[in-house]
């Protein structure tokens, strides 16, 4: 697998195909037999279909932080993920404010 830069990001902010991506949110839904999962963000919701071997069953509420690929997928985007792992409100939440802190600084760099 190619080595790629990887844009932490929120669900909202995916709008590139192929790009490697970062992201958190809550569990919309989870279906048993393909692994695929429906995660939401401050009311943007994105379609996950399993990119790994490993048994990770996710349960609705659960918040995730998910890594992979974005695919364009009719008007919007799915992911492919690579992983998708179960995190608690505090990592939820300093995810968030890592996003606004580190949005600040590249902005005020003009990056």
């Known amino acids: 697998m190619e080595s790629q830069v990887i844009k932490d990001t929120e669900i909202k902010g995916i ?22 999962f429906e995660v939401e963000d401050d009311g943007q919701k994105i379609t996950c279909l399993p990119n790994y071997q490993e048994n990770v069953k996710l349960e609705p509420a659960d918040l995730v932080l998910v890594t992979g690929r974005s695919i364009a997928a009719d008007s919007s985007f ?24 580190r949005n600040d600084l590249l902005s005020s760099n003009g990056s």
């Open 15 to 36: 709008k590139e195909d192929s790009a490697r991506v970062r992201f958190v949110g809550k569990v919309l839904s989870f279906d048993d037999k393909t692994g695929m």
């Open 78 to 101: 799915e992911v492919r993920a690579d992983k998708a792992e179960k995190i608690n409100i505090n990592d939820y939440n300093n995810y968030k404010k890592y996003l606004i802190i």
